[in-house]
């Protein structure tokens, strides 16, 4: 399956989901989250035990596009926040294996994973603060991985945390040099599972921690309180087209 934004292939049980925008840093636009679901749709229905996300050319995922949010495109937050539940909550393993920068909605879809790889040019960073905003919708999926106060400190200090660190804080699982041998490695022994096994897992796991549930209403009206704020919208526009932040100049 090939649409605009992502590559699927999917053998033995094993889907291999690529986000296909390197252009633009595999940033996140509403034509990738519609292409996203179809293609958890299609892994669904296919019976895959594994999925593996990960990003074409030298980024992960570098957030949501700026510049389709600055030309007045919308993109829903609650098909994005339910698409991430989708990969934390769904009836297979959730890989996210992570080369380069992973900013904003990129740390959003790794830390939604149930299990997130990486190599050493990976860094997770979120930027939302400097231009008005915060990270409503990545933040319950963070906490979830790595606490509230991490998530919370991440958010205020808008650091990229490299991947060594990262991997200190629990973002990554496992930390390699060369991403596909450490994803090689991981396959050999999850390609074992079965999928009842994972669905039930996965279900009992959604049951007792419903943060997630929880949180949804709040991110997704504070979403898009900030990105109906005309002052953001100003942040966005004047970055997209002088590559300037509220503060310069």
Same mark, same amino acid.
Do not use: S
């Given at each position: 399956m090939n649409g605009e934004t992502v590559r699927l292939e999917i053998d033995k049980g094993i889907a291999r989901l690529r986000l296909d925008r390197p252009e633009a840093g595999n940033a996140i636009n509403a034509g990738m989250v519609a292409d996203l679901g179809a293609a958890l749709a299609r892994c669904e229905a296919e019976g895959a035990t594994i999925l593996v996300l990960e990003g074409s050319g030298d980024s992960f995922c570098a957030g949501g596009d700026f510049e389709a949010t600055a030309s007045g495109e919308t993109l829903d937050?609650?098909? @994005?926040?339910?698409?991430? *539940? %989708?990969?934390?909550? $769904?009836? =297979?393993?959730s890989v996210a294996l992570v080369r380069g920068r992973a900013n904003a909605g990129g740390v959003g879809l790794a830390a939604a994973c149930d299990i997130v790889l990486a190599d050493r040019s990976a860094s997770f960073g979120l930027s939302e603060m @400097?231009? $008005?905003? =915060?990270? /409503?919708?990545?933040?319950? =999926?963070? /906490?979830? %991985?790595? $606490? /509230?106060?991490? /998530?919370?400190? +991440?958010? @205020? +200090?808008? *650091?990229?945390?490299p991947a060594e660190e990262a991997a200190s804080w629990g973002l990554v699982d496992a930390l390699g040099d060369e991403a596909e041998a450490l994803l090689r490695r991981h396959l050999q022994r999850l390609r074992h599972l079965g999928r009842p096994a994972i669905a039930r897992y996965k279900a009992h796991r959604a049951a007792t921690d419903d943060s997630l549930a929880r949180g949804r209403d709040a991110a997704l009206a504070a979403n898009r309180e900030m990105f109906a704020d005309p002052e953001v919208q100003r942040n966005i526009r004047r970055y997209v087209s002088e590559m300037k932040f509220p503060w310069e100049v």
């Open positions: 937050p609650a098909a @994005l926040y339910d698409l991430w *539940r %989708r990969l934390a909550e $769904g009836p =297979f393993v @400097l231009f $008005g905003l =915060f990270p /409503a919708c990545v933040l319950p =999926f963070l /906490a979830r %991985r790595i $606490g /509230a106060q991490k /998530a919370h400190y +991440m958010t @205020l +200090m808008t *650091r990229p945390l």
